[in-house]
């Protein structure tokens, strides 16, 4: 069983793969992860860099905004991952392997932060239509027959 601390890295080390899938960063994390778990062993090695890919396609098919669920799951799965290796060792190694990750971790884009929606119209009056707001689906009708119409004044 592992301890709060190395619970949490392992916690990061998910969030982290997750993040880097899909930025210039990808690569290099790929490879270090791929290299963390395969323990020296090739097959091992190619076989994570396989589930890397995998986890990037998984974000990948969801475009740019790679839905909450898909995200959550690809966390879950690098987690357990990094879990069971971190179990796997005796303590000493499991300090130094959690060292790696750390290192990993750090090297890693930051998380994007997304606190909401701010809209901001500025320079006078707009005599068109505006649309403020995020993530519209649908199609989006405007109120006004020709928006390029001076209201009366």
Same mark, same amino acid.
């Given at each position: ?7 949490? $890295? ?7 793969? =997750?993040? +880097? ?7 290099? /994390? #790929?490879?270090?992860?791929? #290299? /963390?778990?395969?323990?020296? %062993?090739?097959?091992?090695?190619? +076989? !994570? ?7 990037? +396609?998984? /974000?990948? +098919? *969801? *475009? ?10 690809? @966390?879950?799965?690098?987690? @357990? &991952?990094?879990?069971? $290796?971190?179990?796997? $060792? ?21 998380? =994007? @932060? ?17 649309? !403020? *707001?995020? %993530? ?9 027959? %020709?928006? *390029? &119409? &001076?209201?009366? @004044?």
């Amino acid at each position: 069983m592992l301890n709060e601390a190395m619970t949490a $890295l392992a916690a990061a080390g998910g969030t982290a793969v =997750v993040q +880097a899938a899909g930025t210039d960063a990808w690569h290099g /994390l #790929r490879d270090r992860v791929a #290299r /963390l778990l395969g323990r020296g %062993d090739e097959e091992r090695r190619q +076989a !994570q860099l396989e589930r890397l890919d995998r986890t990037a +396609a998984a /974000l990948a +098919a *969801g *475009g740019d905004g790679a839905d909450e669920q898909t995200c959550t799951r690809q @966390e879950a799965v690098w987690q @357990e &991952r990094f879990e069971i $290796l971190l179990e796997s $060792l005796g303590e000493d190694e499991r300090e130094a392997v959690g060292a790696e990750l750390r290192s990993i971790i750090d090297e890693s884009p930051g998380p =994007v @932060e997304v606190r909401g929606v701010h809209n901001e119209i500025s320079g006078g009056t707009q005599y068109g239509t505006v649309i !403020q *707001g995020r %993530d519209f689906h649908g199609p989006i009708y405007p109120t006004l027959a %020709d928006p *390029g &119409r &001076r209201p009366a @004044e």
